[in-house]
């Protein structure tokens, strides 16, 4: 099959949404290992004041992960899948979260507008069809200094990494999607993540897309050498001048 882009995509992910939380919640650790990704942004502790883009928000995994670790921040959440996104803003939220519909390629058409402290974009990059386009625009949105934080399966390049991707995916993931009428999607999913980048690969691409301070960190459990979370920084202008 070919990977879902664009409107195919956000169309699968309206179908797939009454059925997402119940599908991800039987990942050991999903929950966990996104607020973890979420302290390796490195922000004062509660986020009091902060401005904070969540970009590919779902059904509001990234979200709550968001309000877990920085109750104080004021957090925009963003989805281009209006399915998702409805899911998503009926579930109980403190005050500062909001919701909106935009894919990330016309944020600015959506009214969302930086500087943002820090943006968070949870298992999105992989999806989009230009990522290097979309690191761009979010550099234009942080303001000097402002972290990236991206949580993403990205290969750690071993045999065994594909392996046990594939061996989950179509040994668990793909059987009970396709019996709940969302094989398509997760065998998009499958797909997506062998063809993109590796750790180290899109670790360069955050560097080449204007970063400094770029890491990539394994998250820990059977999903190690799977999934990573990355960091980086928009510089501050005295860097940004000597590049």
Not at 66 to 78: D, E, Q, S, Y
Not at 180 to 193: A, I, K, M, N
Not at 209 to 238: K, M, N, S, Y
Request: glycine residues 10%.
């Amino acid at each position: 099959m070919t990977l879902l882009r664009d409107e195919r995509l956000a169309a699968a992910f309206d179908h797939a949404a009454r059925r997402y939380d119940a599908l991800v919640a039987a990942n050991p650790g999903y929950h966990a290992q996104l607020r973890r990704s979420v302290r390796r942004l490195g922000l004062p502790r509660g986020g009091e004041g902060l401005r904070v883009l969540d970009l590919g928000c779902g059904t509001g995994a990234s979200t709550a992960a968001l309000t877990a670790v920085l109750p104080g921040a004021r957090i925009t959440a963003v989805d281009a899948s209006a399915g998702m996104l409805e899911r998503a803003a009926a579930k109980p939220w403190p005050p500062g979260v909001t919701f909106t519909r935009a894919p990330v390629e016309r944020l600015a058409r959506a009214g969302v507008r930086g500087p943002y402290d820090a943006v968070f974009a949870a298992y999105l990059l992989r999806n989009v069809t230009d990522p290097d386009a979309v690191l761009t625009a979010v550099r234009g949105l942080l303001a000097p200094g402002g972290r990236l934080g991206v949580h993403e399966y990205t290969l750690g390049g071993r045999r065994l990494d594909r392996a046990v991707w594939t061996l989950v995916c179509r040994g668990i993931v793909q059987p009970a999607a396709t019996a709940l009428g969302d094989g398509e999607l997760y065998r998009h999913l499958w797909r997506s993540v062998v063809e993109f980048d590796t750790a180290d690969r899109f670790a360069d691409r955050l560097r080449t897309a204007g970063f400094d301070r770029v890491r990539a960190l394994p998250l820990p459990g059977w999903q190690t050498g799977i999934a990573h979370t990355f960091t980086g920084r928009r510089p501050l202008p005295e860097q940004d001048a000597a590049r």
